[in-house]
């Protein structure tokens, strides 16, 4: 089965691999085989490897268009395959590839077309391939590094959270009603933890309602402005965790810039896209700032300086940037350095953060034993 994006480019794709076309007739996939995709459908490593590959094709000597047709036969990814074939085909027609890319938006980024455009404009599409495949491996090695920071303290919390809930309603009660017959006064730690495991006994529906609750308002938030605002603030000043997330943004903003202009991209085209790829609202609030700080005459670094996102030497490095007309190597550098900054933190969170979370988890568990344990300790010393 060859995929194309009309009849007429199947045909002619067909007559260039020597094939004599008798019939052809459209295949029309059913609801059961279409594949669904939510979000961008090609995982990153798939896309890294595209760049890596379509970087070394073209400095090799071979022309887009036969580059184009070799990746769309080996990439793994299905979604980037057909995308690259269609491509291909509007290569053949005539199409540039940065054009050819604009119809495929789920699949190439907003950054990807417009430094591949700024490139062909510019004759340097060797070039920005390279800053492309390397803008892309470092993006992906940073997040993936800060994705396992984040991870890890979550499974803990949520394994902590289930042997909880299993000691209050498997083990705690079994010891509820010996201690009802003792008639004696019961430490406040296991009148507390009796009260708790009665209420999940019983009024479970309760917390169940208030866990969907909570997910409720959070979702409810983040699908308004101010809402979602507020939570990407929580997120930075997080303890530690926020510190990192900072980081790695200021690493993403710098990368990003560095590339979209030593790409020849115009700036405020590039802090458009950087606004809508950072992730963060407040960040991009501070970057909108700066494009209209930029558009009124005055220096990118100015509105930046007055940010508590952005730490003094990041601003400061920017303006010697400006001045020195080096801002890609000035922020090259920038992300260089927090990039290396995000991977001490995660080594060294990774370290002191396992032992405090099975210190933690194991807090948690023993405190629910002990109040079980004390009324036992205080029935022996009555036998006694």
């Given at each position: 089965?060859l995929?194309?994006?009309?009849?007429?480019?199947?045909?002619?794709?067909?007559?260039?691999?020597?094939?004599?076309?008798?019939?052809?007739?459209?295949?029309?996939?059913?609801l059961?085989?279409?594949?669904?995709?939510?979000?961008?459908?090609?995982?990153?490593a798939?896309?890294?490897?595209?760049?890596?590959?379509?970087?070394t094709?073209?400095?090799?000597?071979?022309?887009?268009?036969?580059?184009?047709?070799?990746?769309?036969?080996?990439?793994?990814?299905k979604?980037?395959?057909?995308?690259?074939?269609?491509?291909?085909?509007?290569?053949?027609?005539?199409?540039?590839?940065?054009?050819?890319?604009?119809?495929?938006?789920?699949i190439?980024?907003?950054?990807?077309?417009?430094?591949?455009?700024?490139?062909?404009?510019?004759?340097?599409?060797?070039?920005t391939?390279?800053?492309?495949?390397?803008?892309?491996?470092?993006?992906?090695?940073?997040?993936?590094?800060?994705k396992?920071?984040?991870?890890?303290?979550?499974?803990?919390?949520?394994?902590?959270?289930?042997?909880?809930?299993?000691?209050l309603?498997?083990?705690?009660?079994?010891?509820?009603?010996?201690f009802?017959?003792?008639?004696?006064?019961?430490?406040?730690?296991?009148?507390?933890?009796?009260?708790?495991?009665?209420?999940?006994?019983?009024?479970?529906?309760?917390?169940?309602?208030?866990a969907?609750?909570?997910?409720?308002?959070?979702?409810g938030?983040?699908?308004?402005?101010?809402?979602?605002?507020?939570?990407?603030?929580?997120?930075?000043?997080?303890?530690?965790?926020?510190?990192?997330?900072?980081?790695?943004?200021?690493?993403?903003?710098?990368?990003?810039?560095?590339?979209?202009?030593?790409?020849?991209?115009?700036?405020?085209?590039?802090?458009?896209?950087?606004?809508?790829a950072?992730?963060?609202?407040?960040?991009?609030?501070?970057?909108?700032?700066?494009a209209?700080?930029?558009?009124?005459?005055?220096?990118?670094?100015?509105?930046?300086?007055?940010?508590?996102?952005?730490?003094?030497?990041?601003?400061?490095?920017?303006?010697?940037?400006?001045?020195?007309?080096?801002?890609?190597?000035?922020?090259?550098?920038?992300?260089?350095?927090?990039?290396?900054?995000?991977?001490?933190?995660v080594?060294?969170?990774?370290?002191?953060?396992?032992?405090?979370l099975?210190?933690?988890?194991?807090?948690v568990v023993?405190?629910?034993?002990?109040?079980?344990?004390?009324?036992?300790?205080?029935?022996?010393?009555?036998?006694?």
């Amino acid at each position: 089965m060859l995929t194309a994006m009309d009849k007429s480019s199947a045909v002619e794709e067909l007559r260039r691999r020597g094939l004599v076309v008798l019939s052809l007739e459209e295949h029309r996939s059913s609801l059961l085989q279409m594949d669904i995709y939510i979000g961008n459908p090609v995982k990153p490593a798939h896309f890294i490897v595209y760049c890596r590959q379509f970087a070394t094709l073209v400095r090799a000597g071979v022309p887009i268009v036969q580059a184009t047709d070799i990746l769309s036969q080996q990439t793994e990814s299905k979604p980037l395959r057909k995308a690259l074939h269609d491509v291909h085909a509007s290569l053949l027609r005539g199409s540039s590839f940065s054009q050819a890319a604009l119809e495929h938006k789920r699949i190439f980024p907003v950054m990807f077309t417009s430094m591949i455009r700024a490139g062909e404009e510019s004759g340097d599409l060797e070039g920005t391939l390279e800053r492309l495949a390397t803008f892309f491996e470092k993006g992906h090695v940073t997040r993936e590094k800060i994705k396992s920071a984040l991870t890890y303290p979550v499974i803990v919390g949520l394994l902590a959270i289930a042997a909880v809930v299993y000691l209050l309603k498997a083990i705690v009660p079994q010891f509820v009603s010996m201690f009802e017959s003792m008639n004696a006064e019961l430490p406040a730690i296991t009148k507390v933890v009796m009260a708790l495991s009665a209420s999940i006994e019983n009024e479970w529906y309760l917390w169940l309602g208030a866990a969907v609750l909570l997910l409720a308002l959070l979702l409810g938030l983040k699908r308004t402005q101010r809402g979602a605002y507020a939570l990407d603030y929580v997120k930075l000043k997080l303890p530690v965790f926020g510190k990192l997330q900072q980081k790695g943004a200021i690493a993403q903003v710098s990368r990003t810039l560095s590339s979209l202009y030593a790409s020849a991209v115009p700036m405020l085209q590039s802090l458009q896209i950087v606004e809508e790829a950072v992730g963060n609202r407040v960040i991009a609030r501070y970057l909108r700032l700066s494009a209209d700080s930029l558009r009124r005459g005055n220096p990118l670094s100015e509105p930046l300086k007055q940010s508590w996102v952005f730490p003094p030497l990041v601003t400061q490095m920017i303006a010697v940037g400006e001045e020195t007309g080096a801002l890609d190597e000035m922020l090259a550098k920038v992300a260089d350095f927090y990039e290396m900054d995000v991977d001490n933190t995660v080594d060294r969170l990774k370290s002191l953060i396992e032992p405090l979370l099975i210190v933690f988890l194991a807090g948690v568990v023993g405190l629910i034993v002990a109040a079980i344990m004390l009324p036992m300790f205080s029935l022996y010393g009555q036998m006694g």
